[in-house]
Protein backbone atom coordinates (compact mmCIF):
# COMPACT_ATOMS: atom_id res chain seq x y z
CA UNK A 1 0.00 0.00 0.00
CA UNK A 2 1.25 3.52 -1.13
CA UNK A 3 1.64 5.30 2.47
CA UNK A 4 2.65 8.85 0.55
CA UNK A 5 -0.32 10.90 1.54
CA UNK A 6 0.26 9.50 5.28
CA UNK A 7 2.08 12.35 7.70
CA UNK A 8 2.47 12.65 11.59
CA UNK A 9 0.81 10.25 13.72
CA UNK A 10 -1.43 11.36 15.38
CA UNK A 11 -2.76 8.11 17.13
CA UNK A 12 -0.90 4.98 16.79
CA UNK A 13 -2.71 1.48 17.72
CA UNK A 14 -1.70 2.02 21.52
CA UNK A 15 -3.88 5.14 21.58
CA UNK A 16 -6.61 3.85 19.71
CA UNK A 17 -6.14 1.20 21.77
CA UNK A 18 -6.53 3.38 25.18
CA UNK A 19 -9.49 5.34 23.50
CA UNK A 20 -11.43 2.28 22.87
CA UNK A 21 -11.29 1.09 26.16
CA UNK A 22 -11.91 4.59 27.80
CA UNK A 23 -15.40 4.70 25.51
CA UNK A 24 -16.13 1.50 26.59
CA UNK A 25 -15.61 2.24 29.99
CA UNK A 26 -18.08 5.34 29.94
CA UNK A 27 -20.65 3.30 27.58
CA UNK A 28 -20.49 -0.21 30.09
CA UNK A 29 -21.60 2.45 33.42
CA UNK A 30 -24.58 4.22 31.67
CA UNK A 31 -25.91 0.89 29.08
CA UNK A 32 -27.16 -2.35 30.05
CA UNK A 33 -28.69 -2.86 26.60
CA UNK A 34 -28.96 -1.08 23.55
CA UNK A 35 -28.70 -0.82 19.71
CA UNK A 36 -25.42 -0.28 17.77
CA UNK A 37 -25.74 1.82 14.90
CA UNK A 38 -22.50 2.20 13.03
CA UNK A 39 -22.39 4.81 10.60
CA UNK A 40 -20.56 3.14 7.66
CA UNK A 41 -18.12 2.65 6.17
CA UNK A 42 -15.47 4.78 8.26
CA UNK A 43 -17.64 3.69 11.66
CA UNK A 44 -16.86 -0.09 10.96
CA UNK A 45 -13.33 -0.02 12.71
CA UNK A 46 -14.04 1.66 15.73
CA UNK A 47 -17.12 -0.32 15.86
CA UNK A 48 -15.30 -3.74 15.66
CA UNK A 49 -12.99 -2.84 18.39
CA UNK A 50 -15.58 -1.13 20.88
CA UNK A 51 -18.25 -3.15 20.59
CA UNK A 52 -15.92 -6.44 21.89
CA UNK A 53 -15.74 -4.64 25.11
CA UNK A 54 -18.87 -3.88 25.70
CA UNK A 55 -20.08 -5.86 28.93
CA UNK A 56 -24.13 -5.25 27.90
CA UNK A 57 -26.66 -6.82 25.46
CA UNK A 58 -26.54 -5.14 22.28
CA UNK A 59 -28.41 -5.48 18.47
CA UNK A 60 -26.40 -4.17 15.60
CA UNK A 61 -27.59 -2.39 12.35
CA UNK A 62 -26.10 0.35 10.06
CA UNK A 63 -26.64 4.10 8.80
CA UNK A 64 -24.96 5.77 5.94
CA UNK A 65 -24.73 9.23 4.40
CA UNK A 66 -21.45 9.48 2.24
CA UNK A 67 -19.42 12.57 2.50
CA UNK A 68 -16.14 14.38 1.49
CA UNK A 69 -13.70 14.55 4.41
CA UNK A 70 -13.33 18.27 5.74
CA UNK A 71 -17.13 18.70 3.83
CA UNK A 72 -18.88 21.19 6.06
CA UNK A 73 -22.19 20.73 4.49
CA UNK A 74 -23.42 16.84 3.59
CA UNK A 75 -26.52 16.98 2.18
CA UNK A 76 -26.19 13.47 0.56
CA UNK A 77 -29.06 11.21 1.21
CA UNK A 78 -29.50 8.92 4.68
CA UNK A 79 -29.68 5.39 4.10
CA UNK A 80 -30.98 3.46 7.11
CA UNK A 81 -33.32 0.58 7.07
CA UNK A 82 -34.08 -0.56 10.68
CA UNK A 83 -33.35 -3.97 10.40
CA UNK A 84 -33.86 -4.38 14.12
CA UNK A 85 -36.46 -1.92 14.92
CA UNK A 86 -35.08 1.29 17.46
CA UNK A 87 -38.04 2.54 18.51
CA UNK A 88 -38.22 3.08 22.32
CA UNK A 89 -34.94 1.93 22.40
CA UNK A 90 -31.82 3.15 23.40
CA UNK A 91 -29.51 3.61 20.30
CA UNK A 92 -25.47 4.55 20.08
CA UNK A 93 -24.32 5.42 17.26
CA UNK A 94 -20.83 4.79 16.40
CA UNK A 95 -18.45 6.76 13.86
CA UNK A 96 -14.98 6.56 13.47
CA UNK A 97 -14.84 11.05 14.23
CA UNK A 98 -16.77 13.72 14.60
CA UNK A 99 -14.84 16.89 12.43
CA UNK A 100 -17.33 19.40 11.70
CA UNK A 101 -20.25 17.48 13.36
CA UNK A 102 -23.11 18.48 10.45
CA UNK A 103 -23.16 14.99 9.07
CA UNK A 104 -23.54 13.33 12.93
CA UNK A 105 -26.45 15.83 13.57
CA UNK A 106 -28.28 15.20 10.64
CA UNK A 107 -28.32 11.44 11.49
CA UNK A 108 -29.05 11.80 14.76
CA UNK A 109 -32.06 14.39 13.70
CA UNK A 110 -33.00 11.61 11.35
CA UNK A 111 -33.41 8.59 13.82
CA UNK A 112 -35.28 10.64 16.32
CA UNK A 113 -37.65 12.22 14.38
CA UNK A 114 -38.49 9.32 11.49
CA UNK A 115 -37.97 6.11 14.72
CA UNK A 116 -38.64 7.42 18.14
CA UNK A 117 -36.01 5.62 19.97
CA UNK A 118 -35.83 6.16 23.36
CA UNK A 119 -32.63 7.86 23.61
CA UNK A 120 -30.07 8.47 20.83
CA UNK A 121 -25.85 8.74 22.05
CA UNK A 122 -22.76 9.12 19.59
CA UNK A 123 -19.89 7.65 20.14
CA UNK A 124 -16.27 7.99 18.51
CA UNK A 125 -12.94 7.58 18.82
CA UNK A 126 -12.49 11.63 18.56
CA UNK A 127 -14.07 14.77 18.12
CA UNK A 128 -11.98 17.80 16.00
CA UNK A 129 -12.71 21.58 17.89
CA UNK A 130 -15.39 23.61 15.95
CA UNK A 131 -17.90 21.28 15.77
CA UNK A 132 -21.41 22.26 15.73
CA UNK A 133 -23.89 20.75 18.75
CA UNK A 134 -25.16 17.67 18.41
CA UNK A 135 -28.51 16.83 19.89
CA UNK A 136 -26.77 13.93 21.77
CA UNK A 137 -24.89 12.32 24.80
CA UNK A 138 -21.67 12.34 22.60
CA UNK A 139 -19.13 9.79 23.97
CA UNK A 140 -15.40 9.91 23.15
CA UNK A 141 -11.91 9.64 24.02
CA UNK A 142 -10.09 12.64 22.25
CA UNK A 143 -10.16 15.97 21.61
CA UNK A 144 -8.00 16.79 18.62
CA UNK A 145 -6.13 20.30 19.23
CA UNK A 146 -6.85 21.64 15.48
CA UNK A 147 -8.83 20.55 12.37
CA UNK A 148 -6.53 18.67 10.46
CA UNK A 149 -7.45 16.51 7.46
CA UNK A 150 -6.58 13.18 8.94
CA UNK A 151 -6.45 9.48 7.63
CA UNK A 152 -6.59 6.18 8.56
CA UNK A 153 -8.78 4.01 10.99
CA UNK A 154 -12.03 4.41 8.74
CA UNK A 155 -11.01 7.83 7.60
CA UNK A 156 -10.57 7.65 4.19
CA UNK A 157 -9.25 10.61 1.52
CA UNK A 158 -10.31 9.71 -2.19
CA UNK A 159 -11.78 6.54 -0.69
CA UNK A 160 -8.33 5.49 -0.25
CA UNK A 161 -6.60 4.77 3.53
CA UNK A 162 -9.33 3.27 5.82
CA UNK A 163 -7.12 0.68 6.22
CA UNK A 164 -3.93 2.24 7.92
CA UNK A 165 -3.54 1.02 11.67
CA UNK A 166 -3.48 4.51 13.11
CA UNK A 167 -4.47 8.33 12.25
CA UNK A 168 -2.45 10.38 10.23
CA UNK A 169 -2.13 13.46 9.48
CA UNK A 170 -3.14 13.61 5.27
CA UNK A 171 -0.39 15.18 3.29
CA UNK A 172 -2.32 16.00 -0.36
CA UNK A 173 0.29 17.51 -2.20
CA UNK A 174 1.81 13.88 -3.52
Known sequence: MNHSHAGKIILNESAIAEGVNLVADRLNSDFSDAVIITVTPGGIFFTADLTRKLKFDVEMDYISCPHTPGERNNASEIVFHNNIGIEGRHVIVIDDAIESGGTMKRLVEHLNEKYNPQSVSVAVLFVKPGRISIPARCYYAYEMENDDLLIGYGMPWENKF???????????DN
Open 162 to 172: RNLSCVSQLIK
